[in-house]
């Protein structure tokens, strides 16, 4: 793939990845549909951001409140899941990608957190980028969680609460992608978006491709971080 012209500069982006649902509703096909080739999308994007140099890629893939959705089409997306990380653990360890997984995962079927742990034993001494998964991520829940064990250890301060976040060890936040033409986080990385850049896209996630993400790295290339100043 040919890099970008203009260099990503952004070290780590996220990704609210929006509109698989509508994506399968305009082809008269079910919601699974969407979810699948949305699935295929996440393969193409996790390799092109590896590619155009990315240290960090964030997906929320599944947050605390999809819950509410249909019990099928929550076991649907759970059986993707476990597809995508047994299909691509191998390509992710072979090109030096370290898998984390943020949110309260834990809470997921045993068979699933195991699968997802080990994932992530195999990958953690990988050094090139890290591709971060949310799974059952709620940003106020981590906040709350963040917060709790700050203050159990005596800090209340940015530092200690930052060291606490699901986050911790990555680089800061530059970035956040979302796609479907929605312009809201979505209870989504609250406290490392503070001062991340923000770019909405009308692409569905399906039809989301390598060069709708660089298109958006070379805006954000072309945007002035003041960070509060002049």
Known sequence: MTPPDIPPLARHVAIIMDGNGRWAKKRLLPRFAGHKAGVETVRKIARAAREMGLEALTLYAF??????????????????????????IDEFDANNVRLKIIGHYQALAP???????????RTAGNTGSTLAVALNYGAQ???????????????????????????????P????????????????????????????????????????????????????????GL
């Open 111 to 121: 068979e699933l957190v195991k699968l997802l742990d080990e994932a992530v034993a």
């Open 173 to 228: 936040l530059d970035l956040i992608i979302r796609t479907s033409g929605e312009q809201r986080l979505s209870n989504f990385l609250l406290w490392q978006a503070a001062y991340a850049e923000l770019y909405f896209t009308d692409i569905l996630w399906p039809d989301f491709t390598p060069k709708h993400l660089e298109k958006a790295l070379e805006e954000f290339a072309h945007r002035n971080r003041r960070y509060g």
């Open 141 to 171: 829940d981590e906040l709350v969680r963040a917060a709790q064990a700050a203050a159990a250890a005596g800090d209340i301060s940015t530092e200690a609460i930052e060291a606490h976040l699901y986050t911790a060890g990555m680089p």
């Open 63 to 88: 947050s605390s409140e999809n819950w509410k959705r249909p019990a099928e089409e929550v076991s649907d997306l759970m059986g993707l899941l476990k597809h995508f990380i047994q299909a691509d």
